[in-house]
């Protein structure tokens, strides 16, 4: 559904994007993972057709945002950078004035929208009394007017409290599951994006470090917390299983019998406290790469 091939931008003389490509499935949430200055809002800048790359080019649907812009765009809603609204106009009125630009929509599709993001005991409140969440409500609203079929998201969640944050997290997961939709979406927030997206890319310094899924951050060893009294046992079991210690876990080959482990121990005199798998997470491989650039 969005293709992003071999993306180069630079601003001032300094490259801001060297080369990025991945694509994004139909019905797919996928997550735009970096640190500040990676490039993430100049790639949703790109397929929004409000940045223009150097080289490469983006595409929606197999339709390319660089030579037919408002073709690809049609099937697109988005909230880009801080969404802007009149704040003497009532939420309803903003919609209704900032859908016009595009054709308009009706009041039954307004109205229906305005309840599904649970703003219609406020919508008709100046949006200078809305709060920060409120206000990210009416902007998800107004990228959902008309129905499109892909959502581009920049931060979504930033400076939400955490019940907004869950809020918005089950709003994206019910477009996808009951709706079909395709979101794209960049964040910081990496507990976020590994409960809400099917793939990440990350991206470090202009460049894609890492594509992939939850499969793709299993470790190829098995990595075990394992408490045993007396602890000089972890270091036997370690060279009876064939494997080691690394920060005090076990670390043993991913086909070894976990019970066969305890066992062991405990036939050995230990006295087993604890013993949990350890499994790495997205912040994990986040940081091994962070790492990596900062060498």
């Given at each position: ?233 972890l270091q036997n079991l370690a060279v009876e299983f064939g494997g080691g210690v690394k920060k005090n876990n076990l670390v043993l080959p991913k086909t070894t019998d976990i019970a066969l482990v305890v066992a062991k121990a405990v036939q050995n ?27």
């Amino acid at each position: 559904m969005l293709e992003v091939i071999g993306l180069k931008k630079k601003f001032a003389g300094k490259p801001a994007l060297k080369g990025v490509e991945f694509s994004v499935a139909k019905g797919e949430i996928f997550g735009l993972l970096g640190h500040n200055g990676a490039g993430k809002s100049t790639t949703l800048g790109i397929l929004l057709g409000m940045v223009a790359p150097d080289e490469g080019e983006t595409r929606i649907d197999g339709i390319s945002v660089q030579k037919n812009r408002a073709e690809a765009l049609a099937k697109v809603g988005a909230i880009f950078e801080s969404p802007g609204f009149y704040d003497y106009l009532s939420g309803y009125a903003n919609l209704k004035l900032l859908t016009s630009y595009s054709g308009g929509v009706t009041k039954a599709a307004i109205d229906e929208v305005v309840e599904r993001v649970e703003l219609d005991d406020r919508i008709h409140s100046k949006v200078g009394t809305y709060s920060h969440g409120m206000r990210q409500r009416l902007a998800l609203a107004q990228a959902l007017l008309p129905e499109p079929e892909v959502l581009l998201l920049d931060e979504p969640t930033d400076g939400l409290d955490p019940e907004g944050i869950k809020w918005f997290r089950d709003f994206i997961l019910d477009l996808r599951d009951n709706r079909g939709m395709t979101v794209l979406f960049n964040s910081h927030l990496l507990a976020e994006v590994e409960q809400m997206c099917d793939r990440v890319v990350i991206l470090q310094e202009g460049r894609k470090v890492f594509q992939g899924g939850s499969a793709d951050l299993e470790e190829d060893q098995l990595v075990l917390k394992f408490e045993v009294d007396p602890p000089s046992l972890l270091q036997n079991l370690a060279v009876e299983f064939g494997g080691g210690v690394k920060k005090n876990n076990l670390v043993l080959p991913k086909t070894t019998d976990i019970a066969l482990v305890v066992a062991k121990a405990v036939q050995n005199g230990g006295q087993v406290r604890e013993v949990r798998q350890v499994k790495r997470s997205l912040e994990d491989l986040y940081l091994e790469f962070s790492r990596k650039v900062t060498r």
